[in-house]
């Protein structure tokens, strides 16, 4: 578990996880999936750095059939949970996170729920 600054911010230096991270915290929980098209990178290297994440203690999975979803984990540090609310509201409108929400909302839009476009 995340237990001082620093260590957030190792966690945070990579432009993929911190992207994830900004994405869950807007929407509570996403699939893989999700993910992976919200973030216009392959399967493989979205989950290897949810993996990271999930093994600092940032995050939490939850399997659902063949699907697993992310949230942030929930015993995450109030300070913590602000930093992250404050890079949300300060990365709102600069690239690529702008685009990474965007994604996401049009692909919900599209598919008319979120789950449809993961089977």
Do not use: F, N
Not at 66 to 85: G, I, N
Not at 88 to 101: I, L, N, V
């Amino acid at each position: 578990m995340i237990s001082d600054p620093v260590s957030l911010l190792k966690r945070l230096a990579d432009p993929t996880r911190l992207r994830c991270l900004l994405l869950l915290q807007a929407a509570g929980e996403l699939c893989v999936c999700e993910l992976t098209h919200a973030l216009d990178e392959s399967q493989p290297k979205v989950s290897r750095h949810l993996a990271a994440l999930r093994e600092a203690g940032l995050v939490r999975d939850r399997r659902a059939g063949q699907w697993v979803h992310y949230r942030l984990h929930e015993d995450l540090p109030a300070w913590a949970r602000a930093v992250l609310a404050s890079l949300a509201e300060g990365a709102r409108g600069c690239e690529p996170y702008a685009t990474d929400r965007q994604r996401l909302a049009g692909q919900r839009k599209v598919t008319g729920e979120k789950r449809k476009v993961c089977g």
